[in-house]
């Protein structure tokens, strides 16, 4: 079984639409996580920390449930420029070292 | 602020051939790191130097890929001999220390073995 499980996607949405994401996770020692986003052909890049108590910023939202082990993140009003592949983030055994699914591709039309 | 450097941003060869690949932290990061995308899939450690000393090298194959950080700032990463399955882009990350979850990529090198 893979460390972290993303549906590759592509999630083909209209602008303005709500779209969510789920990532699973293997590790139940695994103590931070995130969503990176990376733009086609592009390095990826943090987008944004999840936490237990689920966190906002604008128009996204992440959570996080222990228990089932999956971590989500909520895209609300899509805009064309939230196109890209949005990157699943755990941290391994050791702290410091990041452990990346394979990505959930978003296309947004006008 | 300059973000991580990295050189060349494409690379054919032929399998068999050596090939190295050159990154240039962003200043006063201490954490390098390596990291090989294939297509299709997230990011895959390689290895990580905090400062000129190895952390983790444990997915490196280490019979052809090695990589140096000699003076604690640019890092090189070789091939040698490359395969077809080498394909990727490689790409180089640096964070400050204790803030490993942030890490700043820089553009990648896309390697092609033919």
Known sequence: ?110 | EAGVAQSPRYKIIEKRQSVAFWCNPISGHATLYWYQQILGQGPKLLIQFQNNGVVDDSQLPKDRFSAERLKGVDSTLKIQPAKLEDSAVYLCASSHPGQSYEQYFGPGTRLTVT
């Not at chain 1, 460390?3 to 709500?18: I, R, S, Y």
């Not at chain 1, 695994?30 to 890049?45: H, M």
């Open chain 1, 1 to 110: 079984r893979k460390e972290v499980e993303q549906d590759p996607g592509p999630f083909n949405v209209p602008e303005g639409a709500t779209v969510a994401f789920n990532c699973t996770y293997s590790n139940s020692a695994s103590q931070s996580f995130f969503w990176y986003r990376q733009d086609c052909r592009k390095e990826p890049k943090l987008l944004m920390s999840v936490y237990s108590s689920g966190n906002e910023d604008g128009r996204f939202t992440a959570q996080l449930n222990r228990a089932s082990q999956y971590i989500s993140l909520l895209i609300r009003d899509s805009k064309l420029s939230d196109s890209a592949t949005y990157l699943c983030v755990l941290s391994g055994d050791s702290s410091y070292k990041l452990i990346f699914g394979s990505g959930t591709r978003l296309l947004v039309r006008p």
